[in-house]
């Protein structure tokens, strides 16, 4: 069977996830991910051709290193997101790019905006998605967040999901 994946139904994966970052539905977005899934964000010198294993990620998480990262992320000790930040994830410019096989790459950009403390932050990108169905649902077998920025200032860090 071939996979299949319309740009409407792409849309209204990705919204959905942005929809559930912004709520704060931390548990829900991690069933997002396939059990062998990657969610990496490269440092902002890197083509977008850098590989993890080689080069230095901001974020390069496993699955497990992903529900480790939500579970942090929902503790009172979590400094830098206790209380949580106020988040607006905005997502345009949604293509399905390429059906290889069992999955699809979906390509975005994304612009995401950070507020605590009295400070808005925004991280823009595009994100790469690889798409793949697994018991009839969309999952997320890998996430990919570029950042088109120069460096992490004024944020000087990633502490949520973008």
């Known amino acids: 069977m071939t996979f299949n994946l319309t740009r409407d139904e792409a849309e209204e ?8 970052l912004d709520d704060w539905q931390l548990d829900e977005w991690l069933e997002l ?5 990657a969610y990496h964000v490269p440092a902002t010198d890197l083509d977008k051709t850098a590989e993890a294993r080689t ?14 990262r939500v579970t942090r992320l929902k503790k ?17 410019n ?3 790019k390429d059906i290889d096989g069992d999955s699809a790459t979906v390509t975005t950009a994304f612009a995401t905006f950070r507020s605590k403390d009295g400070v ?10 690889r798409l793949v169905r697994s018991g009839g649902q969309l999952k997320i ?5 570029h950042l088109d920025l120069d460096g992490l200032r004024p944020q000087g860090r990633i502490s949520i999901l973008l």
């Open 94 to 96: 949604v293509r399905v």
């Open 55 to 68: 080069s230095l990620f901001y974020i390069a998480d496993d699955r497990r290193r992903l529900e480790d």
């Open 141 to 145: 077998a890998e996430k990919r967040c």
């Open 13 to 20: 994966f990705v919204f959905a996830e942005a929809e559930l």
């Open 76 to 92: 009172k000790t979590a400094h830098s997101e206790y209380p949580r930040s106020k988040t607006r994830h905005l997502v345009s």
């Open 120 to 129: 808005t932050d925004t991280y823009i990108g595009s994100a790469r998605y």
């Open 33 to 37: 991910f396939t059990e062998d899934a």
